[in-house]
């Protein structure tokens, strides 16, 4: 692992890379938490499982809310793929994109503006309209303990949390309507965008009503994508040996 290789000097942003013996493709791994915490060394052990299958991975750091809010987290996701294409590794036309929670949504938006196959777990989808159609719910800030020293396959396993759905979404945008509204993917699907693979638990944090909406934008310019809905309450990381096979299948079938 090379750790800490700086991919934005103005922002001082920087990343880690794997590399495993051969290279066949390269993966973005994205880190989730929210926009709001969380950080590149959690993703430690699925980026070293992800290079005994060929992939080069690159785990980014990118700036967090509410010091920085939308479009900072996606523009610097955007320049990392940009670092990595002009990189002297031999994978620009071979670049894809994996994200959990918050970073699912980013590997969206990298799927959505640089054409690339990419791959959402449980991946944050629904934010402008999910906030109209919830304006009863209270939002409230996950408050439990030592939240950021736990794995990531360990955090929000238990279901539905409406409160800090809508807590994370608005504090992304400062609680500004407008810049929610623009945050929103569904609006950067085109028929450039590339394939999508995108998986979500049944009854858990991120609502299923992302999807289905991405699913039929996608669809209707003409892009193919699909998804595995997964029993019960488990977010993100929590499934990855379920969404692991059937996500390497999809995105090395779509390069």
Known sequence: MINDVVYDEKNQLTLDIYEPKTIEAAIILIHGGGWFRGDKTKEQALAERLTTDGFLVVAPNYRLAPDHLFPAAMEDLLTVYDWLAASDYPVKDKITALGSSAGGNLAIELALQRGIPAASWSGIIDLYPWVQEHPEVVAAMNQKPDFDKQASGKIDQDGTNDAFYKWFILNYVNQDMDLLKQADPLQRVSSK???????????????????????????????????KLIPGTVHGEGYADIAYQPTLQFLKSNL
């Open 193 to 227: 965008s590339g394939p999508l693979f995108i998986a979500n638990s049944l009854h858990e944090l991120v609502p299923l009503s992302g999807v289905y909406k991405l699913q039929a934008a996608l669809a209707e310019v003409g892009v193919p994508s699909e998804n």
